[in-house]
């Protein structure tokens, strides 16, 4: 599963630099604040402004979404689309790509 979203060509440059592979996501320092469910798989975010994409109970994969703390997260697996909400008072909707 990974998730989508379209933005202004810099914005994505700026988040690719952030979205830098982690060596070791098992030894993350993180609060999470909220849990979605898509069907076998979870989705949470943490104080970190950070998506965490799990499967089998383990993280997989850690996306950079807000700067700051994600305070809303909500999935609507019909449609195929997630939005989050970060204190920094930005609201972003994701497509969910389960290909």
Request: proline share 1%.
């Amino acid at each position: 599963m990974s998730l989508v979203t379209k933005e202004k060509p810099e914005t994505i440059q700026d988040r690719k630099s952030k979205n830098r592979q982690d060596d070791d996501l098992e030894n993350l320092k993180v609060t999470f604040l909220n849990v979605v469910f898509i069907g076998e798989n979870l989705i949470t975010s943490g104080d970190d402004g950070f998506l965490y994409l799990w499967e089998n109970q383990r993280i997989m994969r850690r996306i950079f979404a807000h700067e700051g703390e994600i305070l809303a997260l909500h999935c609507n697996s019909k449609l195929g689309l997630m939005v989050s909400g970060g204190m920094e008072g930005i609201v972003t909707l994701w497509r969910l790509n389960t290909e």
